[in-house]
Every structure is written in C-alpha cells, then in structure tokens.
C-alpha cells in the first residue's frame, strides 16, 4: 500500500525562522508533489518533482523551495516563513494508474502556523 | 493552464437523500477527472475517477459523469449516509503541465448529511 509520510504533523514557528517539513515515500515513485489546502481556495500545487534532482514551479511557489536528492524524499522547506504561508500542507505522489491518469496518494498534512 | 470550478462549497442533505457536486475544467486536453473526499484531519483520499472516453462510471453508491464537449463532470452520492460527511474535491489532469501528471483542483464542498 502506498505510504507517504509527513513530519511534523502540527508546527507554530515564529516569523523568519527557517524550516523544513519532511515527506518520505515508500512506493519509489518518480512524481511527488505538495501542495497547500486553504479555505475556499481548494489545494494549490506548491512545487513539483518529477525525478531525482528534477524539481519544477507549481501554481504558488513565492518563499517555498524543495529538493529531491533522492527518490523517496522530498522535503519543503521554507527560508524565511511569513504569516501568509500558514496553511495545512500535503505532500503527495503520483503514479500512472493502471487505468490511465494520474493517481496521487497524499500524506497526513501539516498544520503550520506562523506567528 | 488549467482552471476548475467547483460548486456547490457547501451542501447539507439529509440521510437517505441524494447529493450532487458539479465541477467544470477550461483545458480541453484534460483527460482524467478524479474525485477526492477528505474527512477531518485526514490526507484527500481518491474515491473515483473518470476518463475522457467515458461518459458515466459508476461505484456502488458513488458515480460520476462526465461531459466533455461542455467540460463539466459531476459526483453523485445516492442514499447518503452520516459517514459521507466529509469535503469533496474534483480535479482534472493530462494537460502538458508536469509532464501530465499535475492535477489541479477545486476549491473543495463541505457535505453534510444530517440524520
């Protein structure tokens, strides 16, 4: 069964101090992705990769970056948080289902809140 | 790139009714709509899902339609129960976008189904 792991569950951080939410996977799936899910505006794609050392902007990337040293993890990490980036945050991947399409399975989420 | 809407944002039923959660995309080469329910606390979790070949797929009481010449797609719930309570989201992929495997989302529905 496809697993995706987030650390940690819950974060409050104080305004500039950086940090970095970890997602390790264990299906060994080339795609992972993460998004963040606020009210009223559904998940928005946050940065995306789609192999090792192969990441790509999504749809709000502005104070986020990712890295994708090896297949399974993919950590976001955020330099210098604001109180706009507090948010519930998914990593998930994604496989080609065996119907076609994309299937993306996501983790638990990460309630961060910057103060 | 692409754009869902997603409506209603809230709908409450009462138990034993139906429910209906329409969704419309803007990228006609979208071509895989899956739907996502996701109950408190929890990761988005895929409940069924449609191809562009496809008209109509159903799942016991779960379906979803799919018009692509007016590209709109819809879930229906039949005879809901205290348990579907949850938010809905449909997304819609196999655009260019992240090698085709980015899924963009609605904005999400709140259903609640009342005894």
């Known amino acids: 069964e496809a697993q995706v792991t987030q650390n940690p569950r819950y974060l409050i951080t104080v305004t500039g101090k950086k940090l970095t939410v970890t997602c390790s996977q264990n299906m060994n799936h080339e795609y992972m992705s993460w998004y963040r899910q606020d009210p009223g505006l559904g998940l928005r794609q946050i940065y995306y990769?789609?192999?090792?050392?192969?990441?790509d902007k999504g749809d709000v990337p502005e104070g986020y970056k990712v890295s994708r040293k090896e297949k399974r993890n993919f950590p976001l990490i955020l330099e210098s948080p604001s109180p706009n980036q507090t948010s519930l945050y998914f990593c998930?991947?994604?496989?080609?289902?065996?119907?076609?399409?994309?299937?993306?399975?996501f983790g638990q989420g990460t309630r961060l809140t910057v103060v | 790139g692409e754009n869902v809407e997603q409506h209603p944002s809230t709908l409450s039923v009462q138990e034993g009714d139906s429910a209906v959660i329409k969704c419309t995309y803007s990228?006609?080469?979208?071509?895989?709509f899956p739907w996502y329910k996701q109950e408190l606390g929890k990761g988005p979790q895929l409940i069924i899902d449609?191809?562009?070949?496809?008209g109509e797929k159903k799942d016991q009481r779960i379906a979803v339609t799919l018009n692509k010449t007016a590209k709109h797609f819809s879930l229906h719930i039949t005879e809901t129960q205290p348990e579907d309570s949850a938010v809905y989201f449909c997304a819609a992929s196999g655009g260019i976008t992240g090698g085709g495997n980015k899924l963009t989302f609605g904005t999400g529905t709140q259903l609640k189904v009342e005894l």
């Open positions: 990769s789609m192999n090792v050392e192969v990441t």
């Open positions: 449609i191809r562009s070949n496809v």
């Open positions: 998930a991947i994604a496989r080609q289902g065996a119907r076609g399409g994309t299937e993306a399975f």
């Open positions: 990228d006609s080469a979208s071509n895989y």
